[in-house]
C-alpha cells in the first residue's frame, strides 16, 4: 500500500459544478498536510495548506478527518482555469528526519 | 522576484556522464530540497537540506549526491548518468523543514540516453 493515495481521475465536470477529491494517508504519525496544484508541464504550487478544524479560502475548502486518515479538496463553481493536477503532501516526522510524501495527483479537467 | 532558480531546464545526457544541477534560492529559506517526478508517480525526495551545513537523504538517494554550498545554494550531482535517471527534476525551499509549505523552481528535464 502506498503511504499516500490518490484517485488519479480524471475528474472531468462541467464549468460551475462542484468536484470533490480525497487523499488517503497511512501514517498516524503525519503532522502536517497541504494541497498543491500544477499545471502540465509546470512546477507544483501550494494551493492551501490543510488545518484540524478544516479551512476554507474561497470557492476552495480543505478538510482533515483523522479518524479515517484522509484529507480531502472541495472546489465549488468550478472554472476552466482550475483544471489541473491536485497534489497532497503529507508530512510526518520520524524521529531523525522529516518525511514528506507527495500524492501522485488527481487530474481534473474543466469542460465549458 | 526570482524565487527558485533552477538550471539548467534541458539537459540530454549519455549513459555514464555526470553533471550538476544547480538550484538557488532569494527567500532565505533555512531548507532545501531535491525531487524527482516521474509520469504517474509523485514527487519523490532524493535528498534534502534542513539548514545550512546539513543534508539527508530523502525516499531515493541512490545514484546522486548533493551539496548545501551555502545558505542559497543546493546542487544536485549525478556521478554516472544511467537512464533510469531520466526525469524532471524540481529543487524548492521552505522557511523550515517539512513543516512549512515548499517553494518549487521550473523544474529541470532531464533525458539520458
Known amino acids: 500500500r502506498k503511504e499516500v493515495e490518490q484517485d488519479p481521475g480524471p475528474f472531468n465536470v462541467p464549468e460551475g459544478a462542484t468536484v470533490a477529491f480525497n487523499c488517503t494517508y497511512s501514517?498516524?504519525?503525519?503532522?502536517?498536510f497541504f494541497w498543491y496544484r500544477q499545471d502540465c508541464r509546470k512546477e507544483p504550487k501550494l494551493l492551501m495548506s490543510v488545518y484540524s478544524s478544516g479551512n476554507e479560502d474561497g470557492r476552495f475548502t480543505a478538510q482533515l478527518n483523522r479518524a479515517s486518515q484522509y484529507i480531502s479538496l472541495l472546489i465549488r463553481d468550478s472554472k476552466l482555469s482550475d483544471s489541473a493536477t491536485y497534489l497532497c503532501?503529507?508530512?510526518?516526522?520520524?524521529?531523525?528526519?522529516?518525511?514528506?510524501?507527495f500524492g501522485s495527483g488527481t487530474r481534473l479537467s474543466i469542460r465549458p | 522576484n526570482a524565487g527558485v532558480t533552477q538550471t539548467p531546464k534541458f539537459q540530454v545526457l549519455k549513459t555514464g556522464q555526470s553533471m550538476t544541477l544547480q538550484c538557488a534560492q532569494d527567500m532565505n529559506h533555512n531548507s532545501m530540497y531535491w525531487y524527482r517526478q516521474d509520469p504517474g508517480m509523485g514527487l519523490r525526495l532524493i535528498y534534502y537540506?534542513?539548514?545550512?551545513?546539513?543534508?539527508d537523504k530523502g525516499e531515493v538517494p541512490n545514484g546522486y549526491n548533493v551539496s548545501r554550498l551555502n545558505k542559497r545554494e543546493f546542487s544536485l550531482r549525478l556521478e554516472s548518468a544511467a537512464p533510469s535517471q531520466t526525469s524532471v527534476y524540481f529543487c524548492?525551499?521552505?522557511?523550515?523543514?517539512?513543516?512549512?509549505?515548499?517553494?518549487f523552481g521550473d523544474g529541470t528535464r532531464l533525458s539520458i540516453l
Open positions: 501514517n498516524s504519525a503525519s503532522q502536517s
Open positions: 503532501v503529507v508530512n510526518s516526522r520520524s524521529s531523525s528526519a522529516s518525511k514528506i510524501i
Open positions: 524548492a525551499s521552505s522557511e523550515g523543514a517539512g513543516h512549512q509549505p515548499q517553494h
Open positions: 537540506s534542513a539548514s545550512e551545513g546539513t543534508t
